[in-house]
């Protein structure tokens, strides 16, 4: 069982930056960011996979978002940049236990507020 603990989630206003954290409590293949905005079903937004060193990204947040982190210590983090109102959502954090394209653990999500 792995945990997950995010952090950094707060409002801010249009084109301002966040960075968010989250830490697992045990090994992980990869680590994401998903988001669920109101009415919304969650979508992906980053992730990264530690033994590749390659990162992805959601066609919306390229250039603006940042995913990073330290496979050492399973803690990945999300930098935005240049948020927008429809950045606005519930940002969740989640583990890759395996190559497999699905994640395996979920953290319990922290608000982001992007005011117009």
């Not at 969650?42 to 250039?63: L, N, P």
């Amino acid at each position: 069982q792995v945990q997950l603990v995010e952090s950094g989630g707060r409002l801010v206003q249009a084109g301002g930056s966040l960075r968010l954290s989250c830490a697992a409590s045990g090994r992980t293949y990869g680590m994401g960011w998903f988001r669920q905005a109101p009415g919304k079903e969650r979508e992906f937004v980053a992730e990264i996979i530690w033994s590749a060193h390659s990162t992805y990204y959601q066609d919306s947040v390229k250039g603006r978002f940042g995913i990073f982190g330290y496979s050492a210590n399973n803690t990945v983090y999300l930098r935005m940049n240049s948020l927008k109102p429809e950045d606005t959502a519930i940002y969740y954090c989640a583990a890759r236990l395996g190559s497999a394209p699905n994640y395996d653990y979920w953290g319990q999500g922290t608000q982001v507020t992007v005011s117009s």
